[in-house]
Nanobody
Framework: QVQLVESGGGLVQAGGSLRLSCVVS????????MGWYRQAPGKQRELVAT???????NYADSVKGRFTISRDNTKNTVYLQMNSLKPEDTAVYYC???????????WGHGTQVTVSS
């Protein structure tokens, strides 16, 4: 059974920081591209950041220079360090795993991030 369990969300003031974590089980983590997505109320889910199984990273323009995605293959965990948070970063943040061999996508249940002004 594949599980992606996010944690680290919460309420923070603008300018503050949060670190999201996503622990993955049931798939070969080191052969999975990992990503963070977010969905704000009334909006579509959007990509925030990705890290490939080889370590390459990609960021949405809106978070470049503020967010950092990283992975620890020894812990089957992907992180999202979020600094200089803005009210527009408020959303439910979802962890995604894309298994490179099977090309199947898996999703976590999400963690709420709320940034107050």
């Amino acid at each position: 059974q594949v599980q992606l369990v996010e944690s680290g969300g919460g309420l923070v003031q603008a300018g503050g920081s949060l670190r999201l974590s996503c622990v993955v089980s049931g798939i070969i983590f080191r052969l999975s591209d990992m990503g963070w997505y977010r969905q704000a109320p009334g909006k579509q889910r959007e990509l925030v950041a990705t890290v490939t199984f080889g370590g390459g990273t990609n960021y949405a323009d809106s978070v470049k220079g503020r967010f950092t995605i990283s992975r620890d293959n020894t812990k089957n965990t992907v992180y999202l360090q979020m600094n200089s948070l803005k009210p527009e970063d408020t959303a439910v943040y979802y962890c995604n795993a894309h298994a490179v061999i099977s090309k199947i996508d898996y999703w976590g249940h999400g963690t709420q991030v709320t940034v107050s002004s």
